[in-house]
């Protein structure tokens, strides 16, 4: 740190639902956005859905004059969508994409296709080394019925590793983007607590925006409103988090969000509001490091920690019983189309053993349903490498779990404040009594 006096930040995030060909006024909204980010010199902006690079490079060429550096995130089969562009010069970049982000064969959520990811970028701003990590996390299609919160809950656990792990010598740590988690939900709590972030909604200053904060809205006319109704006609998926270390305290002074269409124009800047906050860093003479918030906990909260990683614990522990349970189904699947292949082979082999007889088939009707049985055969297999590889995912991330909580409760045998809480023990614990 070479710095004493505050320096003053300005971040932006946005969710830019940039899908060619599906995504309704996708080009114009790309020009308002380019128009928007002009005008509003910011310091970083965190992009995410830009899945099109002609559309990142459109954006970089429009903004260059005020953001001369840039990057964007490639991953899986359209991208990760994730894209950064910053006024103080990128030195380093890395991406990090998520063991596990949806089926392949559900084709029309789309979500595995864009290998879901986080992205980070390492800027030095007058001496301060700022981390700065944006990131998308899978949709929620069915808050009743959500068949991908194992997956989300694992990304989440995947996430705070990767900020804890990468951001140790970080004098600021900033991240952006669209997580899908409403606040309170498990992943969001267990991602603010594991990592000692904190929401800008919550600790700003000022906030001028949507009412609550609100990211997803009804009166935007590319969302589904009826999803929206329970939860009084919006929610709040998108998010700017921060945390200081020993040698910056970081406040968030406001935070504002984008309501609705543009000035002038019938439609909105996404199917998402924008974000932008304003930091005030101001480095301090402490020199104390920040070992309680690198772990992000403090004795006190250790219990609350400790609940959340058992409830992180049982919902991994449910998307493994359905990965078995779906891999078992291909298994039966692939043996029944093995089966029926060989009753074809046999029936093919029949006039080269008994001769003068004729095919018992219509050629047209042999060839077909070997054409279906082979099918069935190729797609059960790879369904079955698929759930194997879930399935090793999820038991890998269960054990992680299994070795964090061992080191929390550890840490609670060790904080008085802490030993009184007695509610540290969950039914997974009964399995696995070695934690204690």
């Given at each position: ?21 599906l ?72 991406l ?5 982000n ?23 701003i ?5 981390h ?22 694992v ?24 997580l ?69 305290d ?25 974000l ?18 690198e ?25 493994l ?23 074809e ?92």
């Amino acid at each position: 740190m070479t710095t004493s006096a505050p320096i003053r930040l300005r971040v932006f995030s946005l969710n830019c639902w940039g899908v060619r060909y599906l995504s309704k006024n996708c080009s114009e909204r790309f020009a308002l956005i380019a128009d928007l980010l002009t005008q509003e010199q910011l310091d970083i902006v965190l992009l995410q859905e830009v899945w099109c690079e002609k559309d990142f490079l459109f954006l970089k060429k429009k903004i260059g004059n005020v953001y001369p550096f840039s990057h964007h995130f490639k991953s899986g089969f359209i991208g990760s969508g994730l894209a950064v562009f910053s006024r103080h010069r990128i030195h380093d970049a890395f991406l990090y994409r998520y063991s596990l982000n949806g089926y392949p064969y559900m084709a029309q959520h789309g979500d595995w296709f864009g290998g879901k990811a986080v992205g980070k970028v390492l800027l030095n701003i007058n001496g301060l080394a700022v981390h700065v990590f944006v990131t998308h996390l899978h949709a929620e299609y069915c808050r009743e019925k959500d068949s991908y919160l194992p997956h989300r809950v694992v990304q989440a656990w995947e996430l705070q590793q990767f900020i804890r792990h990468t951001s140790a010598g970080a004098d600021v740590v900033v991240l952006a983007g669209d997580l899908n988690m409403h606040p309170e939900d498990l992943g969001t709590r267990l991602l603010r607590n594991y990592t000692g972030l904190r929401d800008s909604f919550s600790e700003a200053t000022h906030f001028d925006g949507c009412e609550e904060g609100f990211t997803h809205i009804s009166e935007n006319p590319y969302t589904h409103t009826d999803a929206l109704v329970p939860f009084g006609g919006g929610v709040r998926i998108d998010y700017i988090l921060f945390k200081g270390s020993g040698e910056v305290d970081v406040s968030c002074e406001s935070l504002s969000t984008t309501k609705g269409p543009v000035p002038g124009q019938p439609f909105p800047y996404s199917d998402h509001e924008a974000l932008t906050a304003h930091f005030l860093f101001t480095p301090t003479k402490k020199g104390n490091g920040c070992s309680e918030r690198e772990f992000g906990c403090v004795s006190d909260k250790l219990p609350e920690l400790v609940n959340m990683v058992n409830e992180a614990r049982t919902e991994v522990k449910v998307g493994l019983h359905c990965s078995e349970r779906m891999r078992h189904t291909a298994a039966r699947t692939g043996i029944m189309g093995l089966v029926l292949l060989a009753l074809e082979l046999a029936i093919a082999a029949v006039p080269l053993f008994a001769l003068g007889a004729e095919q018992p088939f219509p050629k047209a009707s042999f060839y077909l349903l070997g054409a279906l049985c082979f099918a069935i055969l190729l797609s059960t297999l790879m369904l079955y490498v698929f759930h194997c590889m879930e399935l090793k995912a999820l038991q890998g991330t269960e054990e992680q779990m299994r070795l964090a909580l061992s080191s929390l409760q550890e840490r609670v045998k060790e904080c008085p404040k802490a030993q009184s809480s007695d509610r540290l023990r969950s039914p997974l614990d009964a399995e696995d009594s070695g934690l204690l």
